[in-house]
């Protein structure tokens, strides 16, 4: 059997680990840039993240719960999945579990309710943490307005450093001698007689092989539209974000710190790459195209934050690098993952903010598709062909952005005059999204936060 997988991130690559191991004969022919142009995997932090990033909403609403448990499923295979990733490799993958959770007051009252919302869903899931007092949290020196006032160390939640994890997982598969490389761009996949014939490249070269794994990160619906398929799926956007690669030296934190998530992103976070580097992260906006370059205002807000709230040392810091990675992220917000009504063809998108994190079990998920095994996993809500999931209803959803609008100009130094400003500034976007939520018919269902863009300017009909 040949199999050709489209796109080197994450996804891609551990798909391949788990297709060598599970079947013996197989070959493999793996497509991407090996400039990882946009690759969101190697702007990552890469924290293994679920119960830092719950919500006051995730636990109460039935399809936010079930990503939450998806999500949680990979936690407990990464310590051992690096420990076989080195020893194939012989690199050192450098990782740490621990992760500092704070609770500061740069922003509004958001994240006290995520920081309060994480306690109660470690308490729920009998999740081992500890509270501290900020001032335990080993290099933690955030400057006077920006200290925390609580904090709480969630032991099983980590990092890892996403270079050395792909570049390990790079020398597994080329060293297997079963994996060929392809350095470029599928353009488009090429379907005859109901099932995909060939993936055509850039350069006009064609790559055939009996199954077919599209995972090319946020790229996957410029591929899909190429190609003239006719599956009904989600669209997938740009969720471009930037991560600043900093060299620490003696400031490097021993685990990530982070805040909860705030408006429209992760909230503020620190990782330790290495024991000299840290990866301070990120920012996030959707767009319909790729920007291959960061923003201004992201390289601004990431280092002042960085600088306020993890640790004022930061000013002498080397800036090693600014990273753009682009998040796959669905118009519902939900993975893309499993089979297609193409027989041999597998789709793995979609994963927005967490698909490093989760890349374990979806790489488990996707080889056994490929090879016919029964899987152990119900994954049918994120199945590809769909309609978009409604994950809110119009109520919560507006509610929901209100609160992340708000926040958000918080997070860009957003200082309201002492009257009645941030009132009649809830009032105003209350009535905007009300407004929006008419005119596209959204009426007994709502439109996630980050998409409110998308739907204002027609990208998503
Ligand atoms: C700043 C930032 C921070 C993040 N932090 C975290 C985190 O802490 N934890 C976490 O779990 N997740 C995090 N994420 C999200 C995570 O990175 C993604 O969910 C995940 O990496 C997506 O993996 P992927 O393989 O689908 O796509 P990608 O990693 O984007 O890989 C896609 C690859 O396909 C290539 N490609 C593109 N077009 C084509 C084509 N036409 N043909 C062939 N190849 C193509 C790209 O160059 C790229 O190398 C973060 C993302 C960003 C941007």
């Not at 109660?120 to 955030?142: F, G, M, R, V």
């Not at 519902?332 to 967490?354: F, H, M, Q, W, Y």
């Not at 309201?416 to 269902?445: C, F, Q, T």
Request: charged share 20%; with cysteine; proline share 4%.
């Amino acid at each position: 059997m040949k199999i050709v997988i489209i796109g080197n991130g994450i996804l891609g690559l551990t798909t391949a680990y788990k297709l060598l191991r599970k079947d013996p004969t197989l070959t493999i022919s793996l497509i991407g840039p090996y400039d990882n142009k946009g690759c969101a995997s190697l702007a990552a932090a890469a924290m293994f993240n679920s119960f830092a990033e719950i919500d006051t909403s995730t636990l109460g609403n039935e399809i936010e719960l079930q990503k939450f448990l998806f999500n949680k499923l990979s936690t407990p295979h990464w310590p051992q999945f690096i420990k076989q990733l080195e020893e194939e490799s012989g690199l050192t993958i450098e990782s740490g579990y621990g992760t500092y959770i704070i609770n500061n007051h740069v922003t509004d009252s958001l994240e006290d309710d995520n920081f309060d919302a994480i306690i109660n869903a470690l308490d729920t899931y009998n999740e081992h943490y500890e509270l501290i007092k900020p001032s335990q949290i080993p290099k933690y020196k955030p400057s006077v307005n920006g200290r925390a006032a609580r904090a709480m160390f969630v032991t099983n939640e980590g990092w890892v450093n996403p270079v050395s994890l792909i570049n390990g997982l790079k020398l597994i598969l080329e060293k297997s001698g079963r994996v060929n490389l392809i350095n470029g761009y599928c353009k488009l996949l090429h379907k005859s007689n109901h099932s995909i014939e060939y993936a055509l490249m850039e350069n006009g070269d064609k790559i055939t092989g009996d199954a077919y794994v599209l995972s090319p990160g946020a790229t996957f619906s410029k591929i899909l539209s190429a190609s003239n398929l006719e599956l009904n799926t989600p669209k997938i956007f740009y969720g471009v974000g930037c991560s600043l690669l900093l060299k620490t030296g003696a400031n490097t934190l021993d685990n990530c710190v982070r805040t909860p998530n705030r408006g429209l992103a992760c909230g503020v976070y620190s990782a330790p790459q290495n024991a000299t580097h840290t990866l301070v992260g990120a920012s996030n906006f959707i767009a319909v195209v790729p920007e291959e370059n960061a923003r201004a205002t992201s390289v601004y807000t990431l280092l002042k934050s960085a600088m306020e709230q993890i640790n004022t040392d930061y000013y002498r810091a080397e800036l090693v690098k600014v990273n753009v990675g682009w998040r796959p992220t669905s118009a519902d917000t939900l993975p893309l993952l499993g089979t297609t009504s193409i027989p041999n063809l597998v789709v793995a998108t979609g994963t927005k903010r967490d698909g490093l994190h989760c890349s374990p079990v979806i790489s488990d998920y996707m080889s056994d598709l490929v090879l016919g095994n029964n899987t152990e996993h119900d994954f049918s809500l994120f199945k590809a062909e769909r309609e978009i999931v409604k994950i809110y209803t119009r109520e919560e959803a507006i509610n929901i952005s209100v609160r992340h609008s708000i926040n958000a100009a918080y997070q860009h130094d957003f200082v309201p005059s002492k009257n009645r400003m941030v009132e009649d500034l809830e009032k105003h976007y209350r009535n905007d999204l009300i407004e929006l939520h008419d005119k596209v018919g959204a009426i007994d269902w709502g439109i996630p936060p980050e998409m409110i863009q998308m739907y204002r300017y027609g990208h998503i009909a």
